[in-house]
């Protein structure tokens, strides 16, 4: 499949230090690709870079235009979510419906007002008056309605509740995705995504430290809950990382057998999030 999303190389600085550092990254059609790391990671900075809203080094294409010098033409074909506070807190939402159909060709009006009529934000509400929960699934109704190949999200349910979190990530796989669409998310919410990934990035110091289809948490990683004296048998061994759990230790190993680690424990498939923060900790011991 054709990639939507070709870096080679691609570093940032700021006075010196790096924001992003040589990254390598392809991006295929159809994916969800979640960009995980901690906060100052450099996942902003290089979803900027792909917007073409920050100076870069290397090279970079999306959708076969640089964002550098053809953000115009690009921006026809990607929607973007970030922090919804730069909606015009003045205007009431069938104004700012309008005020976006005039401006984007590629915008269904029909199909925002129609994903709005499922939720609590009336046309006539002065958007300052919305909740942080509607003021997203304001932002979310006029991004779905754009037909656009590539939607880039940044941190998009910072600050919401549980319940519209859940209720953000399922109206984005149902009423948006497809195999024509690719979407990047940015998060630290790992547990969060996973269900909704294809493959996932972890980020740390502007560094791509692991890059992998979601089908690598099964095939490529093993996590054996070893208890009792077998975590001290399991300790000299070389793992990928590890975390306390109630009478011992879970081990997570990369590339090793399941069939090998049975003997010390229940072996399960780690969670993305387990993962994380191996990765962030160092990996291979």
């Given at each position: 499949?054709?990639?939507?999303?070709?870096?080679?190389?691609l570093t940032?600085?700021?006075?010196?230090?790096?924001?992003?550092?040589?990254l390598?990254?392809r991006?295929?059609g159809g994916s969800i690709?979640?960009?995980i790391?901690?906060?100052?990671a450099?996942?902003?900075?290089l979803?900027?870079?792909?917007?073409?809203?920050?100076?870069s080094?290397?090279?970079?294409?999306?959708?076969?235009?640089?964002?550098?010098?053809?953000r115009?033409?690009?921006m026809?074909?990607?929607?973007?979510?970030?922090d919804?506070?730069?909606?015009?807190?003045?205007?009431?939402v069938?104004q700012?419906?309008?005020?976006?159909?005039?401006?984007?060709?590629?915008?269904d009006?029909?199909?925002?007002?129609?994903?709005?009529?499922?939720?609590?934000?009336?046309?006539?509400?002065?958007i300052?008056?919305?909740?942080?929960?509607?003021?997203?699934?304001?932002?979310?109704?006029?991004?779905?309605?754009?037909?656009a190949?590539?939607?880039?999200?940044d941190e998009p349910t910072?600050?919401?509740?549980i319940?519209?979190?859940?209720?953000?990530?399922?109206q984005?796989?149902n009423?948006?995705?497809?195999a024509e669409?690719?979407?990047?998310i940015?998060?630290?919410?790992?547990?969060?995504?996973?269900?909704?990934?294809?493959?996932?990035?972890?980020?740390k110091?502007g560094?791509?430290?692991?890059n992998?289809?979601?089908?690598?948490?099964?095939?490529r990683f093993?996590?054996?809950h070893?208890?009792?004296?077998n975590?001290?048998?399991?300790?000299?061994?070389?793992?990928?990382?590890?975390r306390?759990?109630?009478g011992?230790?879970?081990?997570?190993?990369?590339?090793v057998?399941?069939?090998?680690l049975?003997?010390?424990?229940?072996?399960?498939?780690p969670?993305?999030s387990?993962?994380?923060?191996a990765?962030?900790?160092?990996?291979?011991r």
């Open positions: 499949m054709t990639n939507i999303i070709e870096v080679s190389n940032k600085q700021y006075q010196g230090n790096y924001a992003i550092k040589s390598d990254w991006v295929g690709v979640g960009l790391g901690p906060n100052g450099g996942k902003t900075t979803l900027r870079a792909l917007l073409g809203l920050t100076h080094e290397g090279t970079l294409q999306v959708m076969g235009k640089d964002p550098r010098t053809e115009h033409q690009l026809q074909d990607v929607a973007f979510i970030a919804t506070a730069v909606l015009p807190r003045w205007l009431r069938d700012l419906i309008s005020y976006v159909e005039g401006v984007q060709p590629k915008f009006r029909a199909k925002a007002e129609r994903f709005l009529d499922q939720t609590s934000v009336g046309p006539k509400a002065r300052g008056t919305l909740s942080k929960g509607m003021m997203v699934q304001l932002h979310l109704a006029l991004t779905l309605a754009v037909d190949r590539l939607l880039i999200l910072l600050g919401l509740d319940l519209y979190r859940k209720q953000f990530f399922d984005l796989l009423d948006y995705f497809d669409r690719t979407i990047v940015s998060t630290h919410q790992v547990e969060e995504v996973q269900h909704i990934l294809t493959h996932f990035v972890f980020l110091n560094e791509m430290l692991m992998a289809p979601m089908t690598a948490l099964e095939d093993v996590e054996v070893a208890l009792g004296e975590a001290a048998l399991v300790n000299r061994l070389r793992y990928f990382g590890s306390h759990i109630l011992g230790q879970a081990f997570i190993f990369d590339s057998p399941r069939h090998e049975e003997q010390y424990g229940a072996c399960h498939t969670a993305i387990d993962l994380f923060v990765a962030m900790a160092g990996g291979v």
